[in-house]
Every structure is written in C-alpha cells, then in structure tokens.
C-alpha cells in the first residue's frame, strides 16, 4: 500500500530545501481550482507559510463560475492567500494587437490563455521574491499536454513524477474539497472543454500504458500520436553547435 503520508513528507521537505537554497522568500501558484493545481497548493502551503495562489480568469464562463469557487474552497481549507488577476481584457488586448500582424489560428488563440498566465505569475514572483511553482503531471507531460512556454513553464513542480490518477488518490488522502476531486479535467481553453474530450482517451489509459505498456489498438494509437508529435515541448531550446 503507498505510503501517502511519507510522500506528503518528503515532498514538503523538497519545497522547503528549494525555497531557502534560492534565497527566494515565497512561492506563488496558479490556483485554477483543478486537481493538480489543489496538490502543489497544498504541499507548498505546508512547506512555506509565504505561498500565494492566483485565481486567472481568462475569457472562460467556466474560470468565473466552478472553476474560482474550487479554487476559493482550496484556499479556506488549507489557509492559503488568494489573489484574483483578471487576464480576459488582457487577452482581448492581445488578440487586438496581435491580429494587427497575424491571421490568429485557433492553436495559436488556445495557447494565449496559458502563457498570460504564466506571465502574471512570473510579474508577481519578480515582483515579490517568489519561486513559481508548476503544476503539470507526468501524464500530461507525457502527452504534451501541456503549453510550451505556458503552463509548461516554472521553477520547480513538485508533482511532475504523478500520473494523473495518483494525483488523484493523493488529493483523497490529503481529504480535499470533494467538488475538485471529482470534477472533469479541463484547461479552460474554450467552452466546454474537457482534456479527455479533447484528447480522445482517458487519463486512465494513459495511466495504464505508462504503468504496464497495455492499452488498446485505438487508445496506443493516440497516446503514441500525442507523444511524438510534441516532443519538442519536453527538449531545451534547439541551439547552434559547431561541428
């Protein structure tokens, strides 16, 4: 049976180590009130006092609505300081701007959402002696799942060894607010959607093919698709080297 609580421990010992070694007084995270989002909350709150969750909403009727209320709820549970930065009139702006010089695609729209707010987090940590913290999963790090330069960015994450299920049976363990425990994962890219939806397979399969290399001829097809096609997410800046 995993040890959860040695875990908790260990990973709270990690943050704490990370934060006085930087030098840095504080940690700042993006409170998007989703299930990773809740666990790197929880455990850098343990490990420093000082650690600031975001609440972002960016053009989404979801991040107004039950994505601020389970963030909020994370917050009073775990007495963690909130701050709300609303980046939808930022983005407006951008795309104002931006469609100056460019035919915007729907990737490219998509993809704005997360690197504002990573930018807004990354002002505050400048601003205020912070570390960022990251909050992807291996699963979504295995698919590329993730934002490049967005929410792909950080300082340190401390759950990026989790697959999605384990974030999961952790958040049970921690007793979590049941609303983001159970609720359907989604980056609030667009209306009504959903990372499975959108995707084609479940975090489940991911999981299982991690784990034990099984998975179905379809589900292998799209997890193995994923996987290739955003390699390029997970590698460092391609540079010039002289032969």
Sequence with gaps: MRDYQLEYEKRVAFIRELVRSSGCTGIVFGNSGGKDSALVGILCKAACENTVGVLMPCASTRNYGSDMDDGNALARQYGIETRTVDLTPVRQAAVA?????????????????????????????????????????????????????????????????????????????????????????????????????????????IDRYLTTGEASEHDRSIIERFHARSE????????????
């Design 97 to 205: 701007a931006v469609s100056e010089a460019a035919a915007i695609s729907d990737a490219g729209l998509m993809n704005l959402a997360p690197r504002l707010r990573m930018t807004a987090l990354y002002t505050i940590a400048a601003s205020e002696n912070r570390l960022v913290a990251g909050t992807g999963n291996r699963s979504e790090n295995y698919m590329g799942y993730f934002t490049k330069w967005g929410d792909g960015a950080c300082d340190f994450n401390p759950i990026a060894d989790l697959l999605a299920t384990e974030v999961i049976a952790f958040l049970d363990y921690l007793e979590a607010p049941l609303s983001i425990r159970t609720k359907q994962p989604s980056a609030g890219l667009f209306e009504g959607q959903t990372d499975e939806q959108e995707m084609g397979v479940s975090y489940a399969a």
């Design 232 to 243: 390029h997410k997970r590698r460092p800046p391609t540079t010039f080297q002289e032969e």
